[in-house]
């Protein structure tokens, strides 16, 4: 048995079962479930009748690399998107199974494993970044390394996350520009999840690639970037992304993946075209999430504390007790269910954790069951 197994922390669903073991939901108030980002919103009906219509495509062995046509609309949405020139189809686009499964086998492609290779996280952070560190043979590290140069010593993958899970914070140009300077001189590779992009309310978030080329960095380089259909067109069910960036990467990427038997079915592939083609159900995405955010965030009344994401459909709430504690209590009392933020985080340096009294609250649910849930924690929370 790998003995690197037995260093994976348990998944943060797996602590929140744990924590809520024995407890009961309000039965007097309907559930309402705000602990996980799943997508509800209705999956569009042009990618629906794509796939259909490839049905036939499910005979057939797909190539890992995917279609053409799909990664040339790829491409084509990446230029559209962030106004740079467009990838190169053949070498600067690969078809992924969704960012969760690329972004973890993109280390096992990248690291070196021993005892000085570190994977550097985001913190508060998408648990399968510690995980792929920790399986390639990795130490990861909670948050960007503090001191000199020095502290970067052993840095071999960079995950960055922007708009962020779970704040929604975007990485601004100053500190793209600050992260690939460091890459230069350290020679570390950056991945950059940016599965949350598309959903914004003000101005459309910065990406990796779109930095990059503002900076003059010509081919991406030790630069990949991971997006998905799952957020952007509501079909988390066709696990259906890409990975995009610099080609010397993709193509070890690549082969890797040949080995990894992670090849997208072709009705699949037919479906992500018919995606990354149209932006008018992505922009009614936006519309619908914007009207949740809208009605939810002015009904959170001191003690608690949440501000307007810059993306993606959390709200980073601060609570005035323990957030573990908030969580069942709520749960019991309200029959809301939230995820508390420490279990999103891990302690760093000066030993906080930067979860710590933070819930994460995901609005997926309809509309009227999200105001309902703010109306039921704000009651909570008055009472504390």
Not at 73 to 89: E, N, Q, T, V
Not at 293 to 311: D, I, Q, T
Request: with cysteine; hydrophobic share 40%.
């Amino acid at each position: 048995m790998n003995p690197l197994l037995e260093k994976l922390q348990p998944y943060p669903f797996e602590k929140l079962r744990r924590l809520l073991d024995g407890a009961t939901g309000n039965k007097r108030l309907k559930p309402i479930n705000l602990q996980i980002g799943e997508p509800k919103h209705p999956t569009p009906e042009l990618v629906k009748k794509a796939l259909v219509q490839a049905l036939d495509g499910l005979s057939v062995y797909p190539l890992t690399a995917g279609l053409p046509e799909l990664r040339d609309a790829i491409a084509g949405w990446l230029a559209r998107r962030y106004s740079i020139p467009k990838p190169d189809p053949a070498t600067q686009v690969l078809p992924v199974n969704g960012t969760r499964e690329a972004l973890f086998a993109f280390a096992q492609t990248v690291l070196s494993p021993g005892e000085k290779a570190k994977v550097v996280c985001p913190n508060p952070f998408y648990q399968i970044y510690e995980g792929a560190a920790i399986l390639g043979g990795a130490t990861p590290v909670y948050g960007e390394p503090r001191g000199n140069d020095s502290a970067w010593a052993g840095v071999q993958l960079v995950y960055a996350c922007s708009p962020a899970n779970p704040s929604g914070a975007v990485m601004s140009l100053e500190r793209w520009k600050r992260l690939f300077e460091l890459s230069d001189r350290h020679g570390f590779v950056i991945a950059s999840d940016e599965c949350y992009s598309e959903i914004y309310f003000d101005r459309p978030p910065l990406g990796a690639l779109e930095a990059a080329n503002k900076l003059g960095l010509t081919g991406y380089p030790r630069l990949v970037v991971f997006s998905s259909l799952s957020k952007r067109s509501n079909c988390p069910g066709m696990r259906s992304g890409f990975a995009a960036g610099d080609a010397a990467l993709l193509r070890k990427f690549l082969l890797y993946r040949t080995y990894h038997g992670s090849a997208m079915s072709l009705s699949v592939q037919h479906a992500s075209i018919a995606a990354w083609n149209d932006e008018a159900h992505v922009e009614q995405n936006r519309r619908l999430y914007a009207a949740k955010f809208g009605a939810a965030l002015p009904l959170l009344k001191r003690p608690l504390e949440a501000e307007m994401p810059e993306g993606g459909f959390y709200i980073w709430m601060r609570t005035p007790i323990d957030d573990g504690e908030f969580v069942r209590r709520l749960y019991i009392e309200q029959n809301v269910l939230g995820l508390p933020g420490s279990y999103l985080a891990r302690e760093e340096h000066d030993g906080g954790n930067p979860g710590k009294n933070r819930v994460r609250l995901a609005l997926v649910a309809p509309l009227d069951e999200c105001v309902e849930a703010m109306e039921r924690i704000s009651q909570f929370a008055r009472q504390l």
